[in-house]
């Protein structure tokens, strides 16, 4: 895939131990495994999303995820979320 068409994939989720070089590989994509993740909430709480549309989402999900990594943390101020308000 052209490099301009690529997206970032946060380098290797697990990566390999130079004592461990000739056994290593690169293996799983920070990407992939957040992606995974994502896809594992999705399907327990989503059930009803057709099997292609939550992978892509998940996806989604994964690329919003590697880019708030490069937000410092802590933030100056947090978004205020409706759906974690206390119940009036």
């Known amino acids: ?6 997206t970032e994939d946060g380098g290797s989720a ?3 131990q ?3 070089e000739m056994f290593a590989h690169d293996g799983l994509s ?5 992606a995974g993740q994502a896809l594992t909430g ?3 709480h989503n059930g009803h999303l057709a099997t292609d549309e939550a992978a892509r ?3 989604l999900i994964a690329d919003n995820m ?7 943390w802590p933030p100056t101020s947090l978004p205020r979320c409706s759906s974690l ?4």
């Open 1 to 6: 895939m052209p490099d301009a068409q690529r």
């Open 14 to 16: 697990f990566p390999r």
């Open 57 to 59: 989402f998940a996806y």
């Open 66 to 72: 590697l880019e708030a990594r490069k937000t410092p």
């Open 30 to 34: 920070l990407r992939d495994y957040f």
């Open 42 to 44: 999705l399907l327990a």
């Open 18 to 20: 130079a004592h461990l």
């Open 85 to 88: 308000a206390p119940a009036t």
